[in-house]
T-cell receptor, first 118, second 109 residues
Framework: DAGVIQSPRHEVTEMGQEVTLRCKPISGHNSLFWYRQTMMRGLELLIYFNNNVPIDDSGMPEDRFSAKMPNASFSTLKIQPSEPRDSAVYFC????????????????FGEGSRLTVL | QQQVKQSPQSLIVQKGGIPIINCAYENTAFDYFPWYQQFPGKGPALLIAIRPDVSEKKEGRFTISFNKSAKQFSLHIMDSQPGDSATYFCAVGGFKTIFGAGTRLFVKA
């Protein structure tokens, strides 16, 4: 299996521009997670989906951030407009969650998208 | 609200030493306690995990000790090697997985 695939791997943009990060989860996985990693705040959960439905978006910093999962094999995280404080590595992860909805299994992470906002 | 507290932030040991990383969590809504390892430029990868019905789990040189009543768990790395130099994250899993702040481990040759 190819694993979780994220694109782009690196993105440099200017403040105010729209940024779209993409993720293809592992085939057969039914949960997808977006995390943001910074030195100051570590790994923060932004949002997670179960069966393509957003379950918890309480970690999304503000309205400038939005995420979609139109089908089981694709998700996007969009920042509009971007700001320098959004600079971070954004990780997508997927897992197989049981019918209880509890996430008690391995998360498989992509290699991340490093975003720099100038 | 910080639900997972990890310590230390960084750790330096000699080759063959036994680094210990600790984690404490704040509520009992979690029932899965994994440790992830991350190398520079890569995403975290699962190292070892434990469920709350056991107090210890070993996989190779890695051991998790779990104290349910104290709401604490720790990672021990036996006979540490330079290749173990990485960042280690504890996590707690329930309806979502929440990570600790991470520990940067450096193993001197």
């Amino acid at each position: 299996d190819a694993g979780v695939i994220q694109s782009p791997r690196h993105e440099v943009t200017e403040m105010g521009q729209e940024v779209t990060l993409r993720c293809k989860p592992i085939s057969g996985h039914n949960s997808l997670f977006w995390y943001r990693q910074t030195m100051m705040r570590g790994l923060e959960l932004l949002i997670y989906f179960n069966n393509n439905v957003p379950i918890d978006d309480s970690g999304m910093p503000e309205d400038r951030f939005s995420a979609k999962m139109p089908n089981a094999s694709f998700s996007t995280l969009k920042i509009q407009p971007s700001e320098p404080r959004d600079s971070a590595v954004y990780f997508c992860a997927s897992s197989l969650t049981g019918t209880s909805g509890l996430n008690t299994g391995e998360l498989f992470f992509g290699e991340g998208s490093r975003l720099t906002v100038l | 609200q910080q639900q997972v507290k990890q310590s230390p932030q960084s750790l330096i040991v000699q080759k063959g030493g036994i680094p210990i990383i600790n984690c404490a969590y704040e509520n009992t809504a979690f029932d899965y306690f994994p440790w992830y390892q991350q190398f520079p430029g890569k995403g975290p990868a699962l190292l070892i995990a434990i469920r709350p019905d056991v107090s210890e789990k070993k996989e190779g040189r890695f051991t998790i000790s779990f104290n349910k009543s104290a709401k604490q768990f720790s990672l021990h790395i036996m006979d540490s090697q330079p290749g173990d130099s990485a960042t280690y994250f504890c996590a707690v899993g329930g309806f979502k997985t929440i990570f600790g702040a991470g520990t940067r481990l450096f193993v001197k040759a």
